[in-house]
């Protein structure tokens, strides 16, 4: 008889439960937990969970313009739209950005050690662009680096009665066992939802969000109204973004591609609001870069630029990994917004091109996990690979390959992607079209905590959770064991 969901659930988390944090007594439950997990899984031939839950507790509306959360801070020419990013390759640099509605005024971020007195200041730049007949207010970018490790820092931006104070926290020094928390969020949009996704995320305690690409969804508007909300999603994210650093990736509504209103340069609006770190790998282009931070280097590709063989992106990847020191950074994390493992009929194989070109690469450097969005559900698949089939459709285990985690159901207003498809395939370990963020808790070298946490009558609700071993050091650990036995 096949176990029900709540058992399967029960089991499966337990499978995952890392045996080494475990006292004996509790290590023989768990072993023969695993061998009926075992004895289920083949008797039963499902490989995966696909869950029964959906959960839609507000319509997939955007929350309206004149709503409290929109607003802006009174007086005239406040700072707003305050955001921050990773301003350099290992964390000792942020981006702090801000928008200014009646003129420039100052560039000037004034930044110290404790709230109100600010011994330092850093000089940024300012500039506007027009999108169709939309003019944006005055975008301030100011690079504050030369900062110490896991240090707070208390920042001021404005003028006279209109200042706005804020704080942000550096990462610890790039270590082997630097631990550190990471929150993951993708296609988050506007809607009652993605406030949701936002107010959990605030709760968890992570320090930095790893965005998977769809921002605002401002492309979903006419015209002037394009700019209108992304000023909005900007207003929205400030909760967070102003005190925790977001890296961001792009996917296909940052593209803005739209030939009727003149404008034809792709990811404008993105370019102009969101600056990413991205001289800093040597990248050429702000879509694809890499960052370090903590234990962590974190890759961040561009699903919608182009990435086949002797392209700017392929190229780039190409030496950026040979650049990965596991010794310093054991933790490797790819970004990209479609998803190359997906099996929702929403943009089912859409990312075949991109497995093609990089999954020997994803294998061959041992990524640890590889994040995507886009799919408005939650999925994660087990280590596999289409190498050794060399036919997509039909992966294989793979101890080399990463795991793929789909998030891309920050609540945005196009509503969740509740089919999937049947039968679930082997690949797929866990599926769930609700919406939701996930964490990953590095705790040191070898081991991090992952958690998805669907958003659940207004409570954080963890979901699907396991321990990530880490994959270069898995494959050490095993070389000289290997070795040791062979003497
Ligand atoms: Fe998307």
Known sequence: MNPSYAERVHLQLNFQVDVCFLGKESMMIKVLLLSSLLLISISSGCAGLTSAFIRNEWPSVDIPLNNDVFAVPKGYNAPHQVHITQGDYDGKAVIITWVTANEPWSNIVRYGLSEGKYDFSAKGTVQNYTFYNYKSGYIHQCLVDGLQYNTKYYYEIGSGETSRNFWFQTPPAIHRDSSYKF?????????????????????????????????????????????????????????????????????????????????????????????????????????WYAVRRASAHIIILSSYSPFVKYTPQWKWLEQELKKVDREKTPWLIVLMHAPIYNSNQAHFLEAESMKVVFESWFCHYKVDVIFAGHVHAYERSYRISSIKSNVSSYPSSDKSAP?????????????????????????????????????????????????????????????????????YRGDSHRRRKLKRDSI
């Open 183 to 287: 929150a993951i969020i993708g296609d988050l949009g506007q809607t009652y939802n993605s406030l949701s996704t936002l107010e959990h995320y605030m709760q968890t305690g992570a320090q930095t969000i790893l965005f998977v690409g769809d921002l605002s969804y401002a492309d979903r508007y006419d015209n002037h109204d394009i700019g209108v909300r992304w000023d909005s999603w900007g207003q929205l994210v400030e909760r967070s973004a102003a005190y925790h650093p977001w890296l961001w990736s792009t996917g296909n509504h940052e593209i803005e591609y739209f030939p009727h209103l003149g404008e034809v340069i792709p990811f404008r609006n993105f370019l102009h609001r969101y600056p990413t770190p991205f001289s800093a790998s040597k990248s050429s282009s702000p879509l």
């Open 403 to 471: 795991v793929y985690i789909t998030v891309g159901d920050g609540g945005n207003q196009e509503g969740l992607a509740n089919r999937f498809r049947d039968p679930q395939p082997d690949y797929s370990a866990f599926r769930e079209a609700s919406y939701g963020h996930s964490t990953l808790e590095i705790m040191n070298r070898t081991h991090a905590f992952y958690h998805w946490n669907r958003n659940d009558d207004g409570k954080r609700v963890p979901t699907d959770s396991f321990v990530l071993h880490n994959q």
